[in-house]
């Protein structure tokens, strides 16, 4: 835990996320920044910056509830975090639009199908009503 708090922090310095974690959700005292392991500890994935995403508490709750639900999801948006950290800079609009357009997707069901029953009612306001989770949209 120690040494993810110490590349949470150092990753903060480096992507400055200003508020907004990488899956585009909303900082705030009930929702911290957490290090999220791209490729896990028990698949072998280290305690790196380069294994690392910044993700809110509830973005982090999300993202491991996909990884049963729905694994292409999970790997697409690891995928993503990959590419991020490749170029060493916070996402940009280009990435931005499309992390919300996959969870666009999965809230809609039009696209990803789930491996397994799950309701994913609870976070759809983060993305359609913008409230409780208070996820960003981008702008136009």
């Known amino acids: 835990m120690g040494e993810n708090n110490s590349n949470l922090k150092k990753m903060i310095k480096i992507y400055k996320p200003n508020g907004v974690d990488w899956m585009n959700f909303t900082l705030s005292r009930r929702n ?78 039009s696209t990803y199908e789930t491996t397994i029953e799950i309701d994913l009612s609870d976070f759809s306001n983060i993305y359609y009503g913008n409230k409780k989770y208070r996820m960003k949209k981008l702008r136009k």
């Open 32 to 109: 911290p920044y957490t290090f999220h392991h791209i490729i896990s500890r028990s698949d072998g994935g280290d305690d790196t910056i380069e294994n690392g995403a910044i993700l809110t508490r509830r973005a982090h709750d999300l993202l491991h509830i996909l990884e049963y639900a729905c694994p292409e999801v999970y790997e697409k948006l690891n995928a993503l975090f990959t590419e991020i950290n490749a170029n060493r800079t916070a996402p940009n609009d280009e990435t931005k639009k499309e992390i919300e357009e996959i969870l666009h997707d999965i809230f809609d069901g």
